[in-house]
């Protein structure tokens, strides 16, 4: 899961720079699990990176919350602002991967990154989110979204690949145009593809993310993709040029 995912990389970071820098981890998850319904899902989370975080020093914290995501996220924005008389310099990063968007509203991502030193990685379940363009007047998030995008119902689309171009594009014209975005394919088969979306205001933090992209897919800098044997550079398994 992506949360034992952020605490493993935490770990790797700290024990590979052995860095001094104070770390917040914050991990929020609301609900109950389907897995125990007698728990709650943050307490499936806790249980998971319990022993990951025990072996980190103690200028690196985990902190575990089961709040509505878009109100975690602003209290925390707020909670790590350096007093106006410190020369302390507060960086964030938000990873937001809600399932289905009922607890977000992609909306709040322009509000966060208007604050200094705020990036965001933005999961968008681009399968699920191609299947509502056609679902007029639906109430569901992901609909709203596109709304939102287009300022109205989005058009049609030739093809899965034209709607995650134009989705992309309109993120970026919602997003402001002091704000850096770069997308990252995350694709689980050759056709069925995730993005997620790295958005920042600081020029350095978009090159390297580019960088991680190439060292992540050297053929095509584009993410992650499955090995199907590509040959050549004319034999892109993701079908983006």
Known sequence: GTAVQIAETVRHHHHSLKSRNRLTVVLNDNGRSRVEPEKLKVERVEAAVEKIAQALPDHIRFVFSSGEAERVAQEWIHLSMPPAS??????????????????????????????????????????????????GG????????????????????????????????????RFGVDVYTTPIDLAKTVTDHYVLVHATRNLLGLERMVDGKWKMDPAGGQGFVPDVGQTDMFNSPTGVS
């Not at 569901?140 to 030739?158: A, C, N």
């Open 138 to 173: 639906s109430d569901h998030p992901l609909r709203q979204i596109m709304e939102w995008l287009w300022r109205g119902s989005p058009p049609e689309f030739s093809d899965q690949q034209d709607f995650r171009l134009q989705l992309i594009g309109r993120l970026r014209g």
């Open 86 to 135: 410190s020369s302390d310099s507060a960086k964030r990063l938000f990873v937001i991967d809600p399932t289905g968007y009922t607890q977000f509203d992609v909306r709040a991502v322009r509000w966060l990154l208007q604050h200094e030193g705020t990036e965001v990685f933005l999961f968008l379940p681009l399968p699920e989110m191609y299947r509502f363009v056609s679902a």
